[in-house]
């Protein structure tokens, strides 16, 4: 007997066995995927986490006496927090969990709030119009035809909230990035687009004779001096004001450059313009290291570095790239030695590594 066989939208023949087995479950989960991040967004702007700290924790009771509102959501917020993973429930009241804990109570060095913040206040917004970012190729948090870039006129409360999100997410994948790469040997670092130095931080507290600069625009480099006196560096890490494309050359006297999270905010021909920049401004045997969510080379994941790539188009002119495509810019400007190394990080999953050796 021929087995009955069914026909999908592509024309092809499933076995009648293998469609019956096909479940509609995984696009319920991503089709509602933004029911978790607003339920995390909602109880981070309630303060809940950073409340529950430190406490016995909560009842359904207390928290609407707290919040006055009204028992029913917030049974309904604590329930949602638990089963995302956030709470806990320990003899009736409902406690931090231990990423909670560790990452969304303000005030600690590895609070990860920001990034919350940001995502719900500027780029939920932004995702709600990702089809006219298809279609029209343009960003939709901001508008190029009146603003000069994507901070312009930005409120600038929002930019307090952008710079805390980006220093909790670098500061968390600068310690996956040590982890992975032997830093020991350099003794002079330049963070080309440095934002508030939390990879100088971070890096220069893990190798003691390690110095750096964070190299970013005047209106940024205040925020990276005042978070690098906090950490109490500020004999080690300098910032230096500058313009990746108004300048003519990068800061000089460094080993090695870093290039983090920056490439996936440009166009092909402007991150070769960074890219040679930095061959100029390094020694023989310097590297540069260029630190990304990557897309890989088949162009079919990861999920985070596929998702940030559209994340770009609504923001940037710029996407995420593969290791392939940074090899070959790398090897077209004259380094060499060049290398992918992998990780998982908040805002990297690897780093494309390359030398500079002189011609002889």
Excluded at 143 to 148: G, K, L, N, S, Y
Excluded at 188 to 194: I, Q
Excluded at 275 to 295: H, M, N, Y
Aim: net charge negative; aromatic share 8%; glycine share 8%.
């Amino acid at each position: 007997m021929t087995a009955k066989v069914l026909q999908n939208q592509a024309g092809t023949t499933v076995p009648n066995d293998t469609a019956q087995a096909l479940s509609p479950l995984p696009l319920m989960q991503l089709s509602t995927g933004f029911w978790a991040f607003k339920t995390l967004a909602a109880a981070h702007e309630l303060d809940l986490f950073s409340w529950l700290s430190g406490s016995p924790g909560t009842t359904s009771e207390e928290l609407a006496e707290h919040l006055h509102i009204a028992t029913r959501p917030a049974e309904m917020l604590l329930t949602g927090a638990a089963a995302l993973g956030l709470l806990s429930k320990r003899d009736g009241h409902y406690v931090n969990s231990p990423v909670a804990e560790a990452f969304l109570v303000r005030g600690k060095d590895t609070y990860f709030g920001g990034w919350v913040q940001m995502l719900d206040q500027r780029l939920y917004p932004g995702w709600d119009k990702l089809t006219e970012a298809i279609r029209t190729n343009r960003p939709t948090t901001w508008d190029p035809d009146r603003q000069e870039s994507l901070f312009a006129g930005e409120d600038p409360e929002l930019l307090s909230v952008f710079w805390e999100a980006m220093h909790s997410i670098s500061t968390l994948t600068a310690r996956s990035l040590a982890d992975a790469v032997d830093l020991g040997d350099t003794d002079r670092l330049l963070d080309a687009g440095g934002g508030s130095g939390a990879f100088d931080t971070e890096l220069c507290r893990l190798h003691p004779r390690m110095t750096a600069t964070v190299f970013d625009l005047p209106a940024i480099t205040p925020i990276a001096t005042g978070k690098v006196a906090q950490a109490g560096l500020s004999e080690r890490i300098v910032a230096v004001p500058g313009d990746f494309f108004l300048d003519e050359r990068l800061p000089g006297g460094h080993d090695t450059i870093l290039l983090s999270m920056i490439l996936h905010d440009w166009a092909e021909e402007r991150g070769r313009e960074i890219l040679a920049k930095c061959w100029d401004a390094l020694p023989d045997g310097g590297r540069v290291i260029i630190a990304e969510l990557l897309v890989n080379d088949e162009r079919t994941g990861p999920a985070p570095a596929a998702l940030m790539s559209l994340n770009m188009l609504i923001e940037t002119e710029g996407r995420n790239y593969t290791p392939a495509e940074y090899t070959r810019w790398l090897h077209d400007i004259g380094f060499s030695d060049i290398r992918t190394v992998w990780f998982e990080a908040p805002g990297a999953n690897g780093v494309v590594i390359a030398t500079k050796r002189a011609v002889a």
